[in-house]
């Protein structure tokens, strides 16, 4: 299934120019790709969220509402990243990790501050990637790419998502990690993260 879906969104990019944004986001394989991310990371992180697009034409975003335990992934930021030929597929799932990354800082007790929740969900994204072994060490540009050149895909300003490099550092970080249960990683992540930043 995860490789049929994947062909069919290969196949799927080459048209997406000429779509618009909200028709990327409705159509029925990126429907069900979404669908497979969500039950595949609430799996991972233990969290109980749904995941569905909205419409970010007013700026690229996607944001988790811990509250309503709902990830919200904009139908241009979809669009965007689709478009990038090689790596569409995988920075959005590295957004999403990161995303739901938030609603696991929810779950598993800290201290964070609003400043290191956003590098330590860079973090475990970077150990979602590793633990499925979605992207190897080298590809790690893909995601980091997929973050630095948007910036600020999430609530706030750009500066309270970290610097480019602190970013980078906090992502390889927690692919280090994927050796490790999810709730050590996370808390062994928690502590390198207010110990370098
Ligand atoms: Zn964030």
């Given at each position: 299934?995860?490789t049929?879906?994947?062909?069919?969104l290969?196949v799927?990019a080459?048209c997406?120019?000429?779509?618009?944004?909200?028709?990327?986001a409705?159509?029925?394989l990126?429907?069900?790709?979404?669908?497979?991310?969500?039950?595949?990371?609430?799996l991972?992180f233990?969290?109980d969220?749904?995941?569905?697009w909205?419409?970010d034409s007013?700026?690229?975003?996607?944001?988790a509402?811990?509250?309503?335990s709902?990830?919200l992934?904009g139908?241009?930021?979809?669009?965007?990243h689709l478009?990038?030929?090689?790596?569409?597929v995988r920075?959005l799932?590295a957004?999403?990790a990161?995303?739901y990354?938030h609603l696991?800082?929810?779950?598993?007790p800290?201290?964070?501050?609003?400043?290191y929740?956003?590098?330590h969900a860079?973090?475990?994204?970077?150990y979602?990637?590793?633990?499925?072994?979605?992207?190897?060490?080298?590809?790690?540009w893909v995601?980091?790419?997929?973050?630095?050149?948007?910036g600020?895909?999430?609530?706030?300003?750009?500066?309270h998502?970290?610097?480019?490099?602190?970013?980078?550092?906090?992502l390889m970080?927690?692919?280090?990690l994927?050796?490790?249960?999810?709730e050590e990683?996370f808390?062994?992540?928690?502590?390198?993260?207010?110990?370098?930043f």
């Open positions: 299934m995860k049929l879906l994947l062909l069919a290969t799927f080459p997406l120019a000429a779509q618009t944004q909200s028709a990327v409705i159509h029925p990126m429907q069900d790709w979404l669908r497979e991310q969500e039950q595949q990371l609430e991972f233990g969290v969220a749904t995941l569905d909205y419409d007013d700026g690229m975003n996607a944001v509402i811990p509250g309503k709902q990830i992934v139908s241009r930021l979809m669009r965007y478009l990038k030929a090689g790596r569409g920075s799932r957004i999403l990161h995303e990354g696991a800082q929810e779950r598993y800290n201290n964070l501050s609003f400043a929740r956003e590098l860079d973090l475990l994204a970077g979602y990637l590793g633990r499925n072994g979605l992207v190897d060490a080298s590809g790690f995601y980091a790419n997929a973050t630095f050149e948007i600020d895909y999430d609530a706030g300003s750009f500066s998502h970290g610097t480019p490099p602190e970013r980078l550092a906090c970080a927690g692919f280090r994927a050796h490790l249960p999810l990683a808390r062994v992540g928690t502590e390198f993260v207010e110990n370098n």
